[in-house]
């Protein structure tokens, strides 16, 4: 389709508006998050997770992230609470990362970066029928977003509550999807916390790619040559006045 895009120097976030006007909207995300300029808001509920009986039904390479997908039939995998008025549908999570260093973050606190961040993808199920539909509503989705600090996560067991910090702590502020289609429909909720992973975790990873890489998915390269899929990550975006608040003091 015509709508082809990506991280390189063509097709990559700062060619995005081309295709998608929005790029250069009012609420665009990521952000950087400056701990001294957000508000604290007492009147912020606290986040409920509901992951006990999450239901995931793939894993796929959609040429931009891995992308872990749940069986959305029901609200059992839900998020509530926090600013939202409703409970909010688990759909995916998916990762954004980069190359080696420990830049692959989306969100940035006070232009910190993180190895990568974890998105747990929520729809509006009390207002909207299905997904696609919630995407491109203003209050639509919910995504909670989870710094990942090292290389490698601990998968056994696996389940969405396993890649949650200890402290909910959280600052939220109004955004939209960070890839195409680029939808201002996203209520942000950004952890506070990182999750911390390291190798010893899980023991030398399986197979490592030869140039000692942990083996990210690979991506079919437009002429056929075969990319590594990394640094999927978009460069934060112009608050423009926005306000973001805080969960905690
Ligand atoms: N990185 S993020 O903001 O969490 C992010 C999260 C999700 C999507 N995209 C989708 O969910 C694709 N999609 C639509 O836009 C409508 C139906 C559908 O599957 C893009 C970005
Ligand atoms: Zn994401």
Known sequence: TCHQWGYGEEDGPSAWH??????QGNRQSPIDIVPTETVYD????PIMLSYDLCTSVNISNNGHSVVVEFDDVDDRTAIRGGPLENAYRLKQFHFHWGGKGCHGS???VSGKTYASELHLVHWN????????????????LAVLGVFLE????????FSPKCLLPNSLNYWTYPGSLTTPPLHESVTWIVLKEPILVSEKQVGKPPAVATDGEVPNAVVQRRGGGQKRMENNFRPPQPLKGRKVRASFN
Request: aromatic share 10%.
């Open 18 to 23: 081309n295709d998608y006007p929005i790029a």
């Open 42 to 45: 007492a009147s912020l509920a």
């Open 106 to 108: 989306e969100h940035t």
């Open 125 to 140: 199920s009390a207002k909207y029928k299905t997904f696609g539909e919630a995407a491109a509503a203003p209050d639509g």
């Open 150 to 157: 090292g290389s490698t996560a601990d998968f056994r067991g």
